[in-house]
């Protein structure tokens, strides 16, 4: 994993607002965490060797068989997996610029990357550009490829109409990724699933480790699936507070940003640094970006942020014209 991805809140001190992670950040996780404390003796014993009863919850939301549903540590954890799982087919594509991850995980692996890859990687809603792809691109892209995955870890942070688990069950080459980390917002939790035909979800179930998803992770997926629990509250609205923010961050001289179908969106800044200005957010004004210049395609200049509140997407807007008046 290369260094430098979002949300390093870790590495300063006195971040008072964070845009640097993509997952929305005042959901109310207070009746989440009182019921994982009703359940902490859940740490004394061993979970289930494979999630198997989160499975089946999955499965009946998503209205497909128990045996098409997979559940993982994060869905960072099923790129790795399902790298490891495929490494037979020695071939690899991945549409750039986008999530580092599914690169790491070939090379790791030993693919080689070409444009006709076996192993195909999409993004949808991708990531850093917010950017949504339409079905019958998802289409078009799998008859071109032995195997084609798409993560949709930010299905939830948009109302752009994305493939469904039982709609691509027919598409016998199809993964899909989901990212209950993203949707539920606890990422410290870890936890995620993989959607596909059965032959599929079985030849990835033999690859995996047993153990691999802990106790709090299972039980907080199914009280969250039991409870039907919406944490994004109104998405509409912060999908158009999210065009508000970019809006007005274009208003300023020196600063592009580019079209987004999500509640993140990519900049470019000049003729400085992205570098110099998420160091100078985050110590003169408490305000961490994500510094994108490590995507690959990706130039120094550009800059990700996830939007927030009102209050606190004016704040930065304000910090960063103050930034560019002392250029």
Request: glycine share 4%; hydrophobic share 40%.
């Amino acid at each position: 994993m290369i260094d430098g991805h979002g949300d390093d809140i870790y590495s300063y001190e006195g971040i008072r607002v964070n845009f640097s992670s993509n997952i929305y950040a005042h959901a109310d996780l207070s009746k989440l965490e009182a019921h994982l404390c009703r359940h902490i003796d859940a740490i004394r014993s061993y979970p289930e060797p494979s999630a198997r009863s989160l499975e089946k919850a999955i499965a009946h939301e998503c209205g497909i068989d128990a045996d098409e549903v997979l559940v993982v540590s994060g869905a960072t954890d099923a790129i790795y997996l399902i790298a490891q799982a495929f490494r037979d087919r020695k071939t690899y594509c991945v549409y750039h610029p986008t999530f580092s991850e599914y690169d790491d995980a070939c090379q790791l692996f030993g693919y080689e990357e070409r444009p006709d890859g076996a192993l195909c990687w999409l993004c949808n809603p991708n990531n850093p550009t917010g950017r949504v792809v339409s079905k019958d691109f998802i289409r078009e892209v799998s008859s071109a490829h032995e195997i084609l995955v798409v993560d949709q870890s930010y299905e939830d942070y948009t109302d752009y109409p994305l493939p469904q688990p039982a709609d691509m069950l027919c598409q016998d080459n199809t993964i899909l990724l989901h990212s209950m980390t993203k949707r539920y917002c606890i990422p410290g939790l870890r936890l995620g699933y993989i959607t596909a035909p059965a032959d599929i979800i079985r030849s990835l179930r033999q690859q995996y480790r047993p153990w691999a998803v802990n106790a709090l992770a299972m039980e907080a997926g199914k009280w969250l699936l039991e409870n039907k629990v919406q944490l994004v509250p109104d998405l509409k609205a912060y999908l158009q507070e999210t065009q508000r923010l970019r809006q007005n961050l274009s208003r300023l001289a020196g600063i592009e940003c580019f079209d987004t179908q999500t509640n993140f969106f990519l900049c470019a800044i000049q003729p400085c640094s992205a570098a110099e200005l998420k160091e100078y957010l985050a110590r003169e004004h408490g305000i961490l970006i994500r510094d994108a210049s490590n995507f690959r395609g990706l130039t120094p200049h550009h800059f990700r942020v996830a939007a927030q509140t009102s209050e606190e997407n004016d704040a930065l807007v304000a910090a960063i014209a103050q930034f560019l008046q002392q250029r």
